[in-house]
Every structure is written in C-alpha cells, then in structure tokens.
C-alpha cells in the first residue's frame, strides 16, 4: 500500500467520514474571481477576516513554506435523532453542528493524530500546517478539489452520500501525495434551498449575502440585529439549518455515527426564559465546550429577546 493510501485508511480509522487529497496550488482563476466580487460587494458583511491574507487563501502553499499536498477531512454531523420541541414553554432552536462538541477541537485532535501517523511513515521530511477555521484556507474549494463533494447551489459542501452536514478540517503537508479527481456538481435544476431561505440571503444568481444570513446573524454579527430581519429570525436561537433541511441530498444522507464526537440532544432546543435569566456561572456550565461558548452570554440573550418577541408576536417562520 502506498503512503497517499496508507494515510487515507488512518484517516477513516481515526473516525473522519471522508478523506480527500489535492495539492496545495492554487485555485482556479475563476473561483478567485468569484471571491473577490463577493468581498467588493460588501457580501462578507462584517466578516473581515474574509478581507485578510487573501492571497494566502487563494494559494494555500503559501500558508507553509514548502507546501505541496493537502490532506482535507470531513465529518459527517446529521443528529442521530430528531428532536422535538417542547410546547409547555418558549424555547429557541440551536443549528445542528452546535449540538455536538465544539468541532473545531473535535477535528483539530483527530488531524493531530494522522499527522503523528504521518510522520512515524515518513519521518522527520514530514512538516505540516494543521487547519480547522484557524487559517486563511478557502476549505469549501480545496474540498471539492480534493474529490469530497461539489459546492452547492446553498454554498456549501454537499457529498452525494453524506449530504451537506459536514465539518471540514485540513492538514497542509511538505509531501508530495497522489491528488484525487474532483467530482460534477450535481445541484442541476433544484432550487429548493434558495426557496428556503427565510431571508433571501441566497441569491438565484448564486450569490450569498451574509448580511441577511441568519447564521451570520445569530453568531457573527456583534451588534443589534437590524429590526427588518428580526421577525424572519422566527425561534432561531443560534444558527439556521433550513438551507441544509431542504436539500434533497441532505434528506437520504445517513446520521453522524462516530460515538467520539459527543452529542448532545438537549441541546436542541433552550428554555427562552432560562436564557435571559441565566447568569455568566450558568452559561458557562451549560455550554462548556460548545459552539454556542464562542459567542458569550450576552449575544445568546440578544437572540434570545428576538426569539421571545417573535413567539409573542406569532412570527415562527
């Protein structure tokens, strides 16, 4: 069995659902373009790190001297149940990917233990740059590159058995490994993620407005929510899953089996009340090793307030 192989069989065997490899060129000059529109058009909202280092993100060799392969993993997160909302109080619903550990911990351990596999094979030759949202990588592109899906028609990755929950994560690598062919899109003429879409942050041209993106909304953006986006918040406390929900792919796509990445389903939903009452103690004991953690107390109850008026106001959409 040769090395590219070799790490691929490790990879799976740590627990990642996917594993692809692409060099470290690179991206096509058409994707670069299409990223930079994205940044003139102020679409990244408040997001300026998009504005950073970009000509590392579009040519990752740049992120490690000597860089040629990239070794892009991904975790497949689709709850293993489905949750219910509890009718006997107000309460918020969290985005799935936070009802597990935090993943960037998750992914960041399992690639510290390929690379350590890497180098017992390869020897001190091996150097490497770990990266899980902790670099200027344009993962969405290197994936596709690297054979694990093609970028939807919701801007996400989307594997044609795993559907679009997926985590990516990413081990930039001195060695020359053997690239993996990438594969067709196959969104074709379904739209139904952009009919999703509560604020129309998915644009039919195949642009993606972060500004009225309730994910971005919800997590990202620091200060107060403009009032006009506010009633298509609906109950989403953290995050929104609805462009992912409606992707047919999505829908025959298997549940998360790896029992190492920690789910938590009362995580769910949260009691809207408890949020706004909660003291800094008590949020950090509920959400200790959360994505939710990331954001800080403050910002959870400002969703929060939103969650409460819409359910006041009946505008759950």
Known sequence: ???????????????????????????????????KQWLDKGLAAQMNFFH????????????????????????????PVSQSIPPQYPVGRIASFAQYEDYHTFIERNLQKLADFIASIAGENHKFKICVDSAPVAEKAIAARAGLGFIGKNH???????????????????????PDTPIPAGCGNCDKCIK??????????GLFDANKCIS?????????????????????LFGCDECILACPFQKIAPVC?????????????????????????????????SAVERIGLERLKRNAKICLQNKDNKSVL
């Open 156 to 178: 996400l990755l989307i594997n044609p058995l795993l559907g679009p929950q997926l985590l990516l994560g990413e081990i930039i690598t001195t060695i020359t490994l053997e």
């Open 257 to 289: 089996r790896n029992k190492n990445f920690k789910f938590y389903p009362e995580r769910a939903c949260c009691d809207l009340s408890e949020i706004l009452k909660m003291k800094q103690s008590d949020f950090d004991e509920r959400f200790a090793g």
């Open 52 to 79: 950073k280092n970009f000509d590392k993100r579009i040519n990752p060799s740049l992120l490690l001297e000597g860089g040629k392969s990239i070794i892009v993993v991904a975790v497949n997160y689709k709850p």
């Open 216 to 236: 971005y909304l919800t997590i990202e953006y620091k200060s107060d929510i403009p009032d006009q986006i506010t009633p298509k918040i609906g109950d989403r």
């Open 196 to 205: 999703s879409c509560p604020t129309g942050a998915l644009q039919p041209e």
């Open 1 to 35: 069995m040769n090395l590219t192989n070799q790490i691929k069989q490790k990879a799976l065997e740590i627990g990642f659902d996917l594993v692809g490899i692409t060099t470290a060129g690179p991206l096509k000059p058409q994707e670069v373009s299409f990223f």
